[in-house]
């Protein structure tokens, strides 16, 4: 009888662990950031938001081209706010007060320049 009592003991504390998952592991902490970018096009969107995937801390991105403000999900243990605007800058963007790098700015495609007159509307 003590034997069942303390395989049950056992049982009841793994089910428990597996309901927390990792006990000692904190929960991941993450914010969330508007930026205001100089995207002009769906071709901006994709490489904004794909730079932005691959760099330190950032969890997830999404460009609004009605605003070109791209919504970004961060770790706030990996990265910053002004970490993620020089990241954005070097894409060749401008990021909120942050100017664009000029030279990646002006190794983007024509159409997506901040001089370009295509895409006035
Ligand atoms: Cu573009």
Redo the contacts with the bound molecule.
């Keep these: 009888m003590k034997k069942i009592a303390s395989i049950l003991v056992i049982l009841l504390t793994i089910s428990n662990l597996a309901i927390v998952g990792q006990p000692f592991a904190e929960p991941p902490k993450t914010a969330e950031i508007k930026i205001k970018t100089s995207?002009?096009?769906?071709?901006?969107k994709k490489?904004i938001e794909r730079d932005l995937g691959v760099s330190k801390g950032i969890v997830n991105s999404n460009l609004d081209l009605k605003d070109k403000v791209v919504t970004i999900t961060y770790n706030t243990k990996k990265t910053s706010p002004e970490k993620i605007k020089q990241v954005i800058s070097k894409i060749g963007y401008d990021a909120d007060e942050i100017i664009a790098d000029q030279k990646s700015h002006d190794a983007?495609?024509d159409?997506?320049q901040k001089t370009s007159t295509m895409h006035v509307d």
């Design positions: 995207a002009i096009c769906g071709m901006c490489r983007l495609p159409c997506c």
